[in-house]
C-alpha cells in the first residue's frame, strides 16, 4: 500500500513539530505544507511554502494536520472536509461550540477522519492511568484533580488559559474518567494586561458524580503538569510532564498514635512509582491518527469529543462571567 500523502497548514511553534513527527511516521510522507506567515523555523527542507489551504489541497493531499491559530481552525477544516480530506485538528477544534459543530458535522457528512490534537491524550502517564482505572484497580472513583501552571507562553496571543491549557485538563479528565461533565463552576483573573484571563480555578462535576478541580494559570514560575485521582483504594498520580505514574495506596496497619487513631479516615499505606516505555505523546498521536485513516485504529480524540469539551471551555468562562455554576 502506497503511503499516505500528507499536508501541514502552520509552522509556527506546534507546526514545526508535526512537520518532523509526520516525516517520521511510517505509512506517511509529508509532500505539501502552507503559512502564509512563511517558515521562520525552517521546517520546509525540500518543500515549496504554499501560502494557504487551497494550494494544500491542490497539491494533492490524502490526510491534513491543522496547527493554524484557534480563530482560523472552521475555515481551514470546512476546506479540507470539503475536499475529502482526512484531518486532525490542534485543539481546540474552533474558536466557539458552534463553529465546533458545524467542523464535526462537515466531517461526519463526508464519511471523513476527523480528529482533535489533544496530545495529553497520548501521554504514557495518562494511558496508564487510564487502564489502571477501567482495571477497578481504585475502585470507585471520588474525585479528579488536575494542576496545570507555568509562565506566559509568547506563542499565545489569541485565546485565554481556559480555551489554550484549561482544555487539556477537560479532555484528559473526561477520557480517563470515562464520563463527560454536567456542571461546572469557575472563577477567572487578569493580571497581564492581556484582554483574555491568564488564571482559572473552576470545579465540577462529571455525569458519573466524581467531582473535579482544574487550577490553571500562566503566571506561576513553577511549571506544573499534575493529574490526581482518589478514590476508595487510594490516589493515582500523574506527572505527565515528567511522564511519570505514582499509586499511593491506603494503609491497612493501624496506628498507636492516640491523636492521629482519633480521625477515622484512611491511613497511608504503600507507595508505587510504576516504570513506563516513554514514547513521545505527539509521535504516538501521529500513528494513531494513520491507523484511523487506514481503517486499522480508533484511538483518536472524535471531533464530538472536541465539541464537547469547547463546551464545557465555554460553560467555564459563563460562569466566570456570571459568578454561578452553569450545567453543561
Known amino acids: 500500500m502506497a503511503n499516505l500523502r500528507a499536508g501541514l497548514i502552520g ?23 502552507a503559512d502564509p506567515a512563511g517558515d521562520k523555523f525552517g521546517v520546509a527542507k525540500d518543500l515549496e511554502v504554499l501560502p494557504d489551504v487551497d494550494a494544500l ?33 490542534e485543539k481546540p477544534i474552533a ?10 458535522e462537515a466531517f461526519t457528512e463526508a464519511g471523513l477522519v476527523g480528529a482533535v490534537g489533544y496530545v495529553e491524550r497520548c501521554n504514557p502517564a495518562i494511558l496508564e492511568l487510564r487502564r489502571r482505572l477501567a482495571a ?6 471520588y474525585q479528579i484533580l488536575t494542576r496545570r501552571q507555568g509562565p506566559f507562553p509568547a506563542r499565545i496571543s489569541d485565546v485565554g488559559v481556559v480555551k489554550d491549557l484549561a482544555t ?15 456542571s ?11 484582554e483574555h484571563e491568564d488564571m482559572v480555578v473552576a470545579t465540577g462535576e462529571l455525569a458519573n458524580g466524581t467531582i473535579v478541580n482544574h487550577v490553571v494559570n500562566w503566571l506561576s514560575p513553577m511549571k506544573e503538569r499534575l493529574t ?14 515528567n511522564i511519570d505514574l505514582t499509586f499511593y495506596a491506603n494503609g491497612t496497619i493501624p496506628t498507636e498514635w492516640e491523636r492521629v487513631a482519633a ?19 505527539l509521535r504516538v498521536e501521529q500513528e494513531n491518527f494513520r491507523d484511523a485513516v487506514l481503517g486499522t485504529g480508533h484511538d483518536i480524540v472524535t471531533m464530538a469529543e472536541g465539541v464537547h469539551t469547547l463546551t464545557v471551555v465555554e460553560a467555564m468562562l459563563a460562569s466566570a462571567g456570571e459568578g454561578a455554576a452553569v450545567t453543561v
Open 11 to 33: 509552522l509556527g511553534s506546534m507546526g514545526r513539530h508535526h512537520a518532523r513527527v509526520i516525516r517520521e511516521t511510517e505509512g506517511m510522507d509529508l509532500v505539501a505544507i
Open 57 to 89: 489541497i491542490a497539491a494533492g493531499i490524502d490526510t491534513a494536520m491543522v496547527a493554524v491559530p484557534t480563530v482560523y481552525h472552521e475555515e481551514v477544516a470546512l476546506k479540507l472536509a470539503a475536499a475529502g480530506v482526512h484531518t486532525m485538528i
Open 95 to 104: 474558536a466557539d461550540v458552534e463553529g465546533g459543530r458545524r467542523v464535526a
Open 136 to 141: 477497578g484497580e481504585l475502585g470507585q472513583v
Open 168 to 182: 487539556h485538563d477537560i479532555d484528559l479528565t473526561s477520557f480517563v474518567a470515562g464520563s463527560p461533565y454536567r
Open 184 to 194: 461546572v463552576y469557575a472563577r477567572v483573573t487578569h493580571r497581564s494586561g492581556r
Open 228 to 241: 490526581v485521582v482518589t478514590g476508595e483504594r487510594g490516589a493515582f498520580v500523574a506527572d505527565t510532564m
Open 263 to 281: 480521625f477515622r479516615g484512611v491511613t497511608e499505606g504503600d507507595v508505587v512509582r510504576y516504570a513506563l516505555a516513554k514514547r513521545e505523546p
